[in-house]
């Protein structure tokens, strides 16, 4: 089935978007961001204001109610969390077991249906060489805890080859994932003196 995902950015709540002006008609799943990570490798909110006191993830979940059909997942990471703590988290079971219990307790206390991991980037800006396997690690581990809530797991991934290389097992990901999001925005900017397609299909 032909998927149409749409990202939240939560900031936005502060300037040109809010929650109640998406049109939840028009996804088929549609991604918060973004949650971040404590030391210990738990989930943690990033803005309690926004989304807490403002209700941003009550009112996101609630857009389900004019779709039955939308699926809605929290993103965790981004590219303000740098690399270093989702490094550390996937290092060892116990951080990753932590980790797994968090998303899980998280998608049941605000009403998600998944999670979207979006560690930019595996073995990157303050990662580890190691990165690249434990990722993997990390999404068997998700993949299998998931399946018994029958949860989407889906990933944010860079789309240069470089960057392929460096951070990802593809045919890992391929088989722990419902959904790789690969990240082809910013294929214009205003350094090319005009506009063109954002992300082209």
Request: charged share 20%; net charge negative; proline share 2%.
């Amino acid at each position: 089935m032909d998927q149409i995902v749409g990202y939240y950015g939560s900031w936005k709540v502060y300037s040109t978007c809010k929650i109640e002006d998406i049109n939840p008609n028009l996804f088929t799943i549609l991604i918060y961001a973004f949650a971040g990570l404590n030391l210990d490798g738990s989930i943690k909110v990033l803005d309690n204001w926004s989304d807490i006191e403002l209700q941003g993830y009550k009112k996101f979940n609630n857009l389900k109610q004019q779709n039955p059909n939308l699926k809605t997942l929290l993103s965790v990471g981004g590219w303000n969390e740098g690399s270093a703590n989702y490094s550390n988290m996937v290092s060892t079971q116990t951080s990753r077991r932590t980790f797994v219990n968090s998303c899980v307790s998280f998608i049941q206390m605000y009403g998600f249906d998944g999670i979207d991991f979006n560690w930019e980037y595996p073995s990157q800006r303050g990662g580890k060489s190691e990165d690249k396997e434990n990722l993997s690690l990390l999404l068997k581990e998700l993949r299998a805890e998931f399946n018994k809530h029958n949860y989407l797991l889906t990933m944010a991934v860079a789309a240069g080859e470089t960057n392929i290389d460096i951070s990802y097992q593809v045919p890992e990901l391929s088989n722990c994932l419902d959904y790789i999001l690969v990240m082809t925005y910013d294929m214009h900017s205003y350094t090319d003196g005009r506009t063109g397609v954002n992300a082209p299909f």
